[in-house]
């Protein structure tokens, strides 16, 4: 059973930066598809980024296109999100998400439900 595990989260002022950080454990993702969602106080969890489990496919939702970057380290069996020029909105607790199913990863990546795996997440907080 793959266990995910989020870290590196805090506070920053706008336009800041931060990283996030996946470790999964119980077994490799290398293999896998995964993503990064985010859910701010009293919204929906919505699509951030993800990124197929060769990494040669990166998605990204357009609110962040450009200043978020999604890379994943088979070696190291973790995830990583780049975040540079931080917003207020983009305030929120960051979960990451794991897929087995790579044959339709590349359709429904932006899909929570795609996912069999996610982390408890970590809360990013942009002040202005």
């Known amino acids: 059973q793959v266990q995910l595990a989020e870290s590196g989260g805090g506070l920053v002022q706008a336009g800041g930066s931060l990283r996030l950080s996946c470790a999964a454990s119980?077994?490799?993702?290398?293999?896998?598809?995964m993503g990064w969602f985010r859910q701010a106080p009293g919204k929906e969890r919505d699509f951030v980024a993800a990124?197929?489990?060769?990494?040669?496919?990166?998605y990204y939702a357009d609110s962040v296109k450009g200043r978020f970057t999604i890379s994943k380290d088979n070696t190291e069996n973790t995830l990583y999100l780049q975040m540079n020029s931080l917003k207020p909105e983009d305030t929120a607790v960051y979960y990451c998400?794991?897929?087995?199913?790579?044959?339709?990863?590349?359709?429904?990546?932006?899909?929570?439900?795609?996912?069999?795996?996610r982390g408890q997440g970590t809360q990013v907080t942009v002040s202005s």
């Open positions: 998400a794991a897929d087995p199913d790579i044959s339709s990863f590349s359709r429904n990546y932006y899909k929570e439900n795609q996912y069999d795996y």
């Open positions: 119980g077994g490799s993702v290398s293999p896998y598809g």
């Open positions: 990124i197929s489990w060769t990494g040669s496919g990166t």
